[in-house]
């Protein structure tokens, strides 16, 4: 038994690692690469194995720096099952539907410009999407739904379990075990993104049991989290201010999991916040459908929420709340010079409705935005929090004078300190190899892991293979 690392292997996206055990081939994660222009066209490249050859994918959750190159693993030859958590393939649908359809947008863009004269014949990569709807049709074909703590076969001799990683809806860490005919069982178990306890909606991050290595996610392995409570707090100070300045508030924000947490801060603290005096605006359609998934899968929400839940209208279901489906909805938000609060893909900012609402917002210092997830290096999100005072978005160069907020306390991924209260609960401390961090945090949580445990702990790199049990 033995893994390949092929992506998030020294950046956070793009997770893809092969497996070798059973005798058969399979993929953990197939992910788009997010960031720059030239990061995202490396989406484009050759995977670096057949994908032909790959036998079963295993998909940790459904973000699209996760799944987002599956349709492409289609195209290109795969024939196999991809099995995930029921809720995740639910959510797999409304992701990889929007991908392509933003990947076709792209495409005619390309194509306009080209014709138009104002186009790169060097680039003509970009005239055909990456995939289309027909791929992620083809590609849905093949998902197998699974519950959690369910063991599960899917080979002769290789066992899959997955565990609740409290990060979004439906997200897993993942365990393989393989039982050689002559040999002792070897276990690889590889954590997917953890979430944080206590974060709402859902559980918290399932412990597993034994390992013989573990891929360990470190996007946040170099810090602490500001507490939830302090972060909780700051949104609702933010909220005061933009309403006195008489602004409005742009939220980038990822369509499943931080849109969803969100709103449950948002119908818990309504009334102290002064929320009924605004127009809270959810301008995203993959979003919309993404709230209609949660209805679906109430049953794995922790506690709180369920009883939240419960209740009509619930806690996603605002009285105020407005969800803004069609082009024409979201273009009317532009013309509301005060008072609207405006949650819109993309979380990074570099693609969908989000960057028209920066267009119109960044240039007045009576507006504020505010960042609530990772941002990752080249996107527009990155260069809005490092202080850029102006930013190129849908060809204008627009100031930035709107009033901006880092809000780190909501994050979805673990930081330092509960990465290593997860691993430690793990029987022997068993090696570990890094995986989904830049280098600097995942050298951070190599100097801690080895400093607290004893841990023989490294740093993936691309085209690297580490046996498990060896």
Request: glycine letters at 10%; one cysteine or more; a neutral charge.
């Amino acid at each position: 038994m033995r893994v390949i690392f092929h992506g998030a292997a020294g950046e956070v996206t793009g997770s893809c690692h092969e497996v070798e055990a059973a005798g058969h081939r399979l993929l953990l994660d197939c992910g788009l690469i997010q960031g720059g222009r030239e990061d995202e066209a490396r989406n484009r490249d050759e995977f670096g194995f057949d994908a032909g050859a790959i036998d079963a994918v295993v998909l940790s959750h459904a973000h699209i720096d996760h799944c987002g190159r599956l349709p492409l693993l289609v195209k290109r030859g795969f024939r196999g099952p991809i099995w995930t958590q029921r809720a995740t393939a639910d959510l797999l649908k409304v992701m990889l539907e929007d991908s392509a359809r933003l990947s076709m947008a792209d495409a005619e863009r390309a194509r306009r410009r080209l014709n138009e004269g104002r186009g790169d014949r060097d680039d003509e990569d970009e005239l055909e999407p990456l995939y289309t709807l027909d791929d992620v049709a083809r590609t849905l074909k093949r998902v197998r739904a699974i519950d959690y703590d369910t063991p599960t076969t899917l080979f002769p001799g290789l066992v899959l379990t997955l565990r609740d990683a409290g990060h979004i809806l439906g997200s897993a860490s993942i365990e393989l075990v393989e039982t050689p005919r002559d040999g002792k069982p070897r276990v690889l178990v590889f954590s997917g993104d953890l979430g944080k306890k206590g974060t709402p909606i859902l559980r918290d991050p399932a412990p597993v049991p034994r390992a013989d290595l573990v891929l360990l996610a470190s996007t946040y392995g170099g810090r602490t989290h500001r507490e939830r409570a302090a972060t909780v707090a700051e949104l609702g100070r933010v909220f005061h201010e933009a309403w006195d300045s008489r602004g409005c508030v742009v939220i980038p924000a990822f369509a499943v999991g931080r849109t969803q947490e969100l709103l449950y801060w948002f119908a818990q603290h309504f009334d102290a916040w002064g929320l009924q005096r605004w127009k809270v605006f959810l301008d995203s359609p993959m979003a919309a459908k993404v709230l209609d998934v949660y209805e679906r899968h109430a049953a794995i929400f922790d506690e709180e929420a369920k009883r939240a839940w419960a209740k009509r209208p619930h806690a996603l279901r605002l009285p105020n709340l407005h969800l803004s489906e069609s082009t024409e909805d979201s273009m009317a938000i532009n013309r509301i010079d005060s008072g609207a609060i405006i949650i819109a893909g993309s979380g990074m900012a570099n693609g969908g409705r989000v960057r028209h609402h920066l267009r119109h917002r960044l240039p007045f210092e009576r507006h504020h935005v505010m960042f609530v997830g990772y941002q990752a290096q080249g996107t527009l999100g990155r260069r809005l929090v490092d202080g850029a005072a102006y930013v190129r978005i849908l060809g204008h160069e627009v100031p930035v004078r709107a009033q901006r907020h880092t809000v780190g306390g909501l994050s979805a991924h673990a930081d330092q300190p509960a990465l290593l209260d997860w691993y430690s609960q793990i029987a022997d401390t068993p090696p570990a190899v890094l995986v989904h961090g830049e280098d600097d945090a995942r050298q951070a949580l190599a100097r801690a892991m080895r400093a607290r445990f004893g841990t023989d702990v490294e740093l993936a790199q691309p085209g690297q293979a580490r046996s498990v049990g060896a």
